[in-house]
């Protein structure tokens, strides 16, 4: 098996460093300091186009796959943003291949395009559970089909950047 990148994958490994590159420790610091959500970096990543990376071309984005999105992600941690850059963009590629492989073509032609323009903020994560933590083996909430709905059981402890989503 080759594990060597591919010349487009170390063609966005570069682009992708450079415009980490472009947001400086001091910035990231400033962030720090105030709690405040990176927004002029995420602008910028989605306005590159990164966020539609894994997103399939009729639905506006790139059509790579998941291995692109990590490099995506592993160049904006390394390129200074470190954990709170990649934190406040990793949810895209998670929810969005959710709904890439679990979406009706509605939800898809709905809500892709503006994803992967960043136009539409799709951030949030509904993962830890009062008895699990982030140990996604040990999650409870279950969904059960009902006829043509789904009935959700469970809850959930807390839900990461609720306030950085549109959807």
């Known amino acids: 098996m080759d594990f060597e990148l591919t010349e487009g994958q170390r063609v966005i490994k570069a682009e992708v460093r450079k415009l980490a590159n472009r947001f400086p420790l001091q910035y990231w610091r400033e962030k720090d300091w105030k709690h405040e ?3 002029e970096f995420v602008r910028e990543v989605a306005s590159a186009g990164w966020f539609g990376t894994a997103i399939p071309t009729e639905y506006g984005g790139a059509g790579l796959g998941l291995l692109e999105g990590s490099i995506v992600l ?4 390394a390129g200074g943003a470190g954990f709170d850059g990649s934190n406040a963009c990793h949810a895209v590629y998670f929810n969005s291949h959710s709904l890439v492989k679990h979406g009706t073509d509605v939800q898809k032609e709905k809500y892709l395009p503006k994803i992967a323009t960043g136009e539409l ?6 993962v830890t559970e009062p008895n699990a933590g982030f140990d996604t083996s040990k999650i409870t909430t279950r969904a059960v089909k009902k006829g043509d709905l789904y009935v959700i059981n469970g809850q959930k402890a807390f839900i990461s950047r609720l306030s950085e989503t549109d959807l």
Request: glycine residues 0%.
């Open 37 to 39: 959500y990176p927004f």
């Open 121 to 126: 903020r799709f951030q949030s994560l509904a």
């Open 74 to 77: 592993e160049e904006l941690t």
